[in-house]
């Protein structure tokens, strides 16, 4: 016969692990929501900076290297091709306008100013033996117009007495009627003669002076040529300085080559490589200075040059006003760029802090001065000597501006 045992009431063995696990789930939820649970980094107060933010006027500028260049640049090219005879001025010379810099040799050239004088004097002669001709053919027709008019006042006389005699009816009107017809025909015959000589008179006009055009075409020619021989002497187009000169003799240049430069000295421009980050705001007609030998000279911005290339923009800077005396190209200038009007802001200096935390945050220095803690923050604009505070601090308040790296995640710094 089973028996049928009563179940135990109360607290039983069995229940203990559970019983812990929900007091373990309790403790974490409380530490979670009630607990101090921010990370702490203790940190020697000396090997960090801290600097205090203040109010003050921010000055929108960017400091920049400019470096002189002449204000203009001309490329020296080869007009005809050649080979180099010789080098008449060396790099770094001062040239003036016209001054030969390199004669070339081109044997062909002189081939071709023979092959255009022989042509050159075919023309003439020809031109001369044609005029020769067409005065002889001139001479020939005015020699027959010539004897037409005296067969025509022959035949008239004629005429004119074989018509007194038939009207007296001494001759035959047979008679007549050929001498009358004699003289019409020598008179229409005349006629024609004078045609042709009108004919003629204009043929040879347009026939010399469509040689005389040809003649001319080859007389230009000619002058070309010869140029193109000029111009295997390569000359300086203006005044100034031969900076580059890039052949060597007995070297090979081909027509319209570059083989050199010459810098234009009259005024001097400075070109600067400025950060893409700068490039929205940059434009045309902004100011600058920098400091030379304790004076201050003012700059324009000339021409902002579109291409990035290696995360930097070109832009090229002209003087307004004076220049420094001992001004060379070549040399190296500090520039400050003024982007826009100064402003009343907070501020806080410049430091290492924004390559960790990209202006998002910064560590506070709380008001007793054995902590600093994370805060929220939103930077603006930046100069070479502060950042732009524009939300998240107050004047006053002092802040680690030196680098986070060996900080991690800590959220507090203990400061001894």
């Excluded at 234009?264 to 400025?274: H, T």
């Excluded at 980050?277 to 021409?303: M, S, W």
């Excluded at 805060?375 to 998240?392: A, F, K, T």
């Amino acid at each position: 016969m089973d028996i049928i045992l009563e179940k135990k009431k109360g607290l039983q063995k069995k229940h203990l692990p559970y019983l812990i696990g929900g007091a373990v789930v309790l403790i974490a939820l409380g530490w979670l929501i009630f607990g101090n649970h921010s990370s702490k980094f203790n940190v020697d107060r000396d090997k960090v900076l801290i600097q205090s933010a203040v109010k003050g006027e921010f000055n929108d500028y960017i400091r920049i290297n400019g470096q002189v260049q002449p204000i203009t640049t001309i490329q020296l090219s080869a007009i005809e091709g050649g080979i180099v005879a010789e080098k008449v001025v060396e790099e770094g010379s001062m040239v003036r306008k016209g001054d030969v810099i390199v004669r070339l040799n081109n044997p062909m050239l002189n081939l071709n100013i023979l092959d255009s004088e022989a042509q050159l004097a075919e023309k003439q002669n020809f031109l001369r033996n044609t005029q020769v001709t067409m005065e002889q053919e001139k001479l020939s027709l005015n020699k027959e117009k010539l004897q037409l008019d005296l067969d025509i006042d022959r035949k008239k006389r004629k005429y004119e007495q074989y018509q007194s005699l038939y009207n007296e009816k001494l001759t035959s009107r047979e008679e007549y009627l050929q001498a009358k017809e004699d003289y019409e025909y020598a008179v229409k015959n005349r006629d024609l003669v004078v045609e042709r000589q009108k004919q003629d008179s204009i043929y040879r006009g347009i026939q010399v002076e469509q040689m005389e055009e040809s003649l001319n075409n080859i007389r230009k020619n000619l002058v070309l040529v010869r140029q193109r021989v000029d111009n295997l002497n390569v000359k300086s187009p203006v005044d100034g300085q031969l900076g580059l000169l890039d052949v060597e003799i007995g070297q090979s240049v081909a027509a319209g080559a570059r083989i050199g430069q010459i810098s234009v000295l009259s005024d001097y421009k400075i070109e600067a490589l400025i950060d893409e980050h700068y490039i929205d705001r940059v434009k045309n007609g902004l100011t600058a200075t920098f400091e030379r030998q304790d004076k201050t000279y003012n700059l324009i911005v000339r021409k902002v040059y579109p291409e990035v290339r290696d995360k930097q923009f070109k832009t090229d800077f002209v003087f307004d006003g004076e220049r420094p005396d001992n001004i060379r190209t070549g040399q190296t200038y500090y520039i400050n760029l003024q982007l826009g009007q100064p402003a009343e802001a907070v501020l806080i200096p410049r430091g290492a802090f924004y390559q960790n935390t990209g202006g998002q945050w910064i560590y506070v220095v709380a008001s007793d001065g054995k902590k600093a803690v994370r805060r929220n923050i939103r930077i603006g604009r930046q100069n070479p000597l502060y950042y732009e505070v524009l939300s998240g601090l107050e004047p006053g308040e002092q802040v680690v501006t030196s680098g986070y790296d060996s900080f991690g995640d800590a959220q507090e710094l203990v400061l001894k």
